[in-house]
DNA sequence: TGTACATCAGTGAACGCGCGTTCACTGATGTAC
DNA sequence: TGTACATCAGTGAACGCGCGTTCACTGATGTAC
């Protein structure tokens, strides 16, 4: 196969890569130019292939966008399940490192986050993508789980699934106005990360947690 | 002057109308197809006049959409300070009042709310969509104020600051995911609002506010 | 191991279309006197 | 009150352009035997 690691082809007639040279150039492209900004035929000319040739691949410029909307939940959701590593060294620690790796994925794949995101897709008419927009939001969830059950004996055990949805909404609140990657971002008085980081502990003071959330023992498996 | 309420003359040869026309035009267009899927070309027709005829109203396409979206954010604010209504009938009630119209402003126009956040205009080059912006947020800044003034003794006054970007960037997150009003909003096992009011609460509860919130008395001016 | 052949993944030319933009123009409006 | 005139806010024709899409085609690849 020739293409080389940009995923233009050197000279064969097949691509051999054509799919995903076309999801790169368009994420490039988003990334350029927002959502709004990137054509099918674009797309096609930055991976060097002929306009036709995006036929063989994607039925339109909507099935490109929702697979890299889609590639994005997927590669988000690594991310975010590498922030979790499973509650390691302790449970808060790790929860709250799942919030900052909802920011530093915002910041650093604004093409991604509003493809993701902002694009307008709708997601009864794409199930994949809804999967993937859920197997994301899952480890938030099993993060949630696992700190609910730490609840302190002499407080009420947290819903977990409301926990998650409000952590959820806080990070992507935050991450939408002031971490996100592109132009938009609005200015702050203290770092995103700083910002998330006392909104969750407060949060979880109010659930009845400890304000120090460092565990004598181990958390429970 | 010859036009009627839809903002579409009438016969005569002057609009007289046109720059409200062709705000509420890409309103609608942005409404049914995103704030992608509007042309400089297309809102003219739909205000019925000639392609030449924007030129006379706005630079390019760009202008008119931070036009529609700086009269979003007047609108947005508007809606705030309403709900507010200046901390009646207690700051608590009226707290939680304005978090439920931010839900119910993203819900029930979410063309002004895709092109006030989501359309990716740059703030920096839009001084004025940048003001009308903070003007909005200075309402949940003001609320705040108050309610962190009605601290209870016991417990360190909470930075208002920081309180208003807790309830900014929450309200945001679940405006986003759970309440837009278009296609892209996520299901819910229950209602955006319940959902925010729960969270807020949980978040005040963590700053030392008593759970129950009614206060005794009125609440300081 | 070679060969014939089916299939795959591209080409490139062509098309109709709508967009953005410019231009000289003109009808309507407002105002000075 | 009338009139002349400047200004405003439109027209409509024209243009070049790039996009989406189709089509018959063809080079490359894989596989059956």
Same mark, same amino acid.
């Given at each position: 196969?020739?293409?080389?690691?940009?995923?233009?082809?050197?000279?064969?007639?097949?691509?051999?890569?054509?799919?995903? +040279? #076309?999801?790169? @150039?368009?994420?490039?492209?988003? /990334?350029?130019?927002?959502? &709004?900004?990137?054509?099918? *035929?674009?797309? $096609?000319?930055?991976?060097?292939?002929?306009?036709?040739?995006?036929?063989?691949?994607?039925?339109?410029?909507?099935?490109?966008?929702?697979?890299?909307?889609?590639?994005?939940?997927?590669?988000?959701?690594?991310?975010?399940?590498?922030?979790?590593?499973?509650?390691?060294?302790?449970?808060?620690?790790?929860?709250?490192?799942?919030?900052?790796?909802?920011?530093?994925?915002?910041?650093?794949?604004?093409?991604?986050?509003?493809?993701?995101?902002?694009?307008?897709?709708?997601?009864?008419?794409?199930? +994949? #993508?809804?999967? @993937?927009?859920?197997?994301?939001? /899952?480890?938030?969830?099993? &993060?949630?789980?696992?700190? *609910?059950?730490? $609840?302190?004996?002499?407080?009420?055990?947290?819903?977990?699934?409301?926990?998650?949805?409000?952590?959820?909404?806080?990070?992507?609140?935050?991450?939408?106005?002031?971490?996100?990657?592109?132009?938009?971002?609005?200015?702050?008085?203290?770092?995103?990360?700083?910002?998330?980081?006392?909104?969750?502990?407060?949060?979880?003071?109010?659930?009845?947690?400890?304000?120090?959330?460092?565990?004598?023992?181990?958390?429970?498996?």
């Amino acid at each position: 196969m020739n293409w080389n690691k940009r995923g233009r082809r050197e000279g064969g007639y097949h691509h051999g890569n054509l799919k995903e +040279a #076309l999801m790169q @150039a368009a994420l490039d492209l988003i /990334a350029q130019k927002g959502p &709004a900004g990137f054509t099918f *035929a674009e797309a $096609a000319r930055s991976a060097g292939v002929s306009p036709a040739a995006p036929y063989r691949h994607f039925r339109d410029r909507d099935e490109l966008l929702a697979s890299v909307a889609q590639q994005g939940f997927e590669q988000f959701e690594a991310r975010l399940t590498a922030a979790w590593d499973d509650g390691r060294p302790d449970t808060p620690t790790a929860f709250q490192r799942v919030g900052k790796a909802y920011l530093a994925f915002a910041r650093q794949n604004p093409a991604f986050y509003s493809a993701m995101f902002e694009s307008g897709l709708p997601l009864e008419s794409n199930p +994949a #993508l809804l999967v @993937a927009s859920e197997r994301a939001f /899952a480890i938030i969830r099993a &993060a949630s789980e696992r700190l *609910a059950a730490m $609840a302190p004996p002499n407080v009420p055990r947290p819903p977990a699934l409301m926990m998650a949805l409000h952590i959820w909404s806080l990070s992507h609140g935050i991450a939408s106005l002031f971490a996100r990657g592109d132009a938009a971002r609005r200015k702050l008085p203290m770092s995103a990360e700083d910002l998330l980081e006392a909104g969750v502990l407060i949060y979880l003071k109010g659930l009845g947690f400890p304000t120090d959330q460092r565990p004598a023992a181990a958390p429970p498996r």
